[in-house]
């Protein structure tokens, strides 16, 4: 069986073998799964949220900001969106995230004191 460990070896060899060969592959599976009418059992979700997890850790090559970049390109490629769509989804999540995070942690801070005080 896969294990997250072990497809994390797996994409670290491919990047350091054929680097930017990679993002085009992964443009181009994306682009296939969401623009074609008879390569819909592609796996572009499934592949965003695996590759996205995995350029999350810290000790891994995949970079997060070159995959958004790509899936923003394939959506204004295909005519699914505007570039303005896409710039606007990214400062609104801008700023959001660091906002819920500060929410977040405000909510636990309070939580933390009051389970002190009782």
Known sequence: MLSLDHLSQIITQLLANNGWMVYGGLFLIILAE???????????????????????MSSHPLNIWYLLILVAASRVYLRAHYPSDILGSLLLAGFWWPTGHFLINKWALKRQKEANEA
């Open 34 to 56: 969401t623009g074609l009418v008879v390569t819909p059992f592609l796996p572009g979700d499934s592949l965003l949220f695996l590759c996205g997890s995995i350029a999350a």
